[in-house]
């Protein structure tokens, strides 16, 4: 597992210097709170609600056990968990419709596009705070995660840790493949060409696949929240090299402005 410097990789994701960082990272205070018109409060634009440590195998087991798709396993099983924790935001989280991330199931609606995984993982980012801070900087990490690790997990401990059974795990899902995108589609496509599969035979290998990315999701919040300094899962060194040229600024080609790995569509040059 490679690691960065937290802040540095901060500032390589978000691409600002550690000055504009620091103001950056601090969530705004003043939000005016939203109310329906019953009085019930409503999430408004920019606010956060603050993540409180939660144990990643039984929200991993939990993901598990979620149906209605990939998105929505992992977002209503994290958020369903904060709802149920000491966090003094927990009862804002037992009112958001979780229902709405339905939508991401198989790239959204079937389209085979973004992963519902990472889907989601944007949607809770950009919705925690924890300890004050924006919660922003952790979708990337997932997503150098999900292009890099042969997924889904299947060592016998985390197996048997979200109820799963081993045969069946080993005649359903077969090899664990790294995606090499964050698109659902090659997800799929790279596992099935493994283990000989069809789209239509994800349904166990997809369900413990958010188990996986929910388990890994949670220790890295987990790991936020204590104040470690390190970052689990930064870009390549060869994203970095090809960045180091390749900017939003940059006018001796199309500007870029991307983390995913470069290498899975373009060779070098
Ligand atoms: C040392 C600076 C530098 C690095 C590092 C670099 N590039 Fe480039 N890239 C350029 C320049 C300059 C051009 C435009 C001129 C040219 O075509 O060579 C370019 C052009 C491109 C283009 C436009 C099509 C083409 O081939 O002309 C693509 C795509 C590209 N680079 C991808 C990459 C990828 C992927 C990486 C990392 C594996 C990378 N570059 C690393 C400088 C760089
Ligand atoms: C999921 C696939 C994918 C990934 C990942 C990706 N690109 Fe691209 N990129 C494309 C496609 C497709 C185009 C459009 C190519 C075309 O139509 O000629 C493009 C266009 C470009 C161009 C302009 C090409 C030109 O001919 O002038 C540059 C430069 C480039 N990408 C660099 C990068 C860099 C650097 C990265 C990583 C930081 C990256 N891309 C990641 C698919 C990808």
Aim: hydrophobic residues 40%.
């Amino acid at each position: 597992m490679k690691t960065l410097n937290r802040r540095q990789a901060i500032n390589r994701i978000i691409g600002i210097t550690s000055v504009a960082a620091g103001t950056a990272l601090v969530a705004n205070p003043v939000i005016a709170a939203v109310t329906s018109s019953t009085g019930e409060w409503r999430l408004a634009v920019g606010e956060k609600l603050a993540y409180a440590k939660l144990d990643p195998m039984t929200v991993a087991k939990l993901a598990y056990e979620t149906g209605n798709g990939c998105m929505f396993q992992v977002f209503d099983s994290i958020i369903k968990s904060l709802a149920l924790s000491d966090s003094p935001d927990a009862e804002k989280f037992a009112l958001l419709p979780t229902g709405l991330a339905v939508y991401g199931w198989a790239g959204m609606l079937g389209e085979g596009t973004v992963c519902g995984n990472i889907n989601a993982t944007g949607m809770l980012a950009n919705l925690l705070s924890i300890n004050g801070e924006q919660a922003n900087a952790l979708l990337s990490p997932t997503m150098r995660y999900y292009e890099s690790q042969a997924l889904p997990l299947q060592t016998a401990e985390f197996i048997e840790g979200i109820g799963a059974d081993m045969t069946e795990t080993l005649d359903q899902v077969g090899t664990p493949t790294s995606a090499n995108t964050i698109l659902c589609h090659s997800s799929i496509s790279l596992w099935a060409r493994e283990n000989g599969k069809s789209f239509s035979q994800k349904g166990m290998r997809c369900k413990q696949l958010s188990a996986s990315v929910v388990y890994e999701l949670v220790d890295m919040l987990n790991k936020a929240f204590d104040g470690e300094t390190v970052i689990d899962h930064p870009i390549s060194d060869t994203v970095a090299g090809c960045q180091s040229c390749h900017t939003s600024e940059s006018t001796f080609a199309p500007s870029v402005k991307t983390n995913m790995g470069c290498d899975t569509c373009h060779t070098g040059h």
